[in-house]
Every structure is written in C-alpha cells, then in structure tokens.
C-alpha cells in the first residue's frame, strides 16, 4: 500500500490508534482495512470540527461592525 504509518498507540479500550502523514494514506488504510478484515476489524477515520471561538461579555454599546474592527486592529 506504501502508507507512512507515523505512530501506532494501543488504547485502553482494546482500540489501536494509528497516524499517517496525509488525508489520503489515512483514506487508502482505512478502505484496505475495512475491505480485508470487514468481519473481524472496522477502521473509523474522526471528523474533525471547524474551531470556533466564542468571546462573551461584549458591552452593550459596541456593534459587530466596531468589535470586528477592533479585532483587526489588534489582530492583522
């Protein structure tokens, strides 16, 4: 398959964690995986969420439109 297997970790859970270089390796190893060993073995790849950052207490006062600018004022 010519995959780069960067690190292999046993869990606690009996699970075996397994990181590649790319998107693409993770794909092929865990298509090969499941296509072999599809009774005994299922290979899961996580869905990673976009980050968000959720800023509270903003007063009252100040608009989205200031708070954005002063984000970027502080921020370029």
Known sequence: MKVGIKSLKSLRDG??????????????LSANINVTCGEALEANVP????????????????SVVGFEETLLAQNP
């Open 47 to 62: 869905i990673l969420r976009k980050p968000r950052l959720i800023i509270c207490n903003i007063p009252q006062d100040m």
């Open 15 to 28: 699970r075996v964690l397994i990181e590649v270089g790319s998107a693409d390796e993770t794909n092929l």
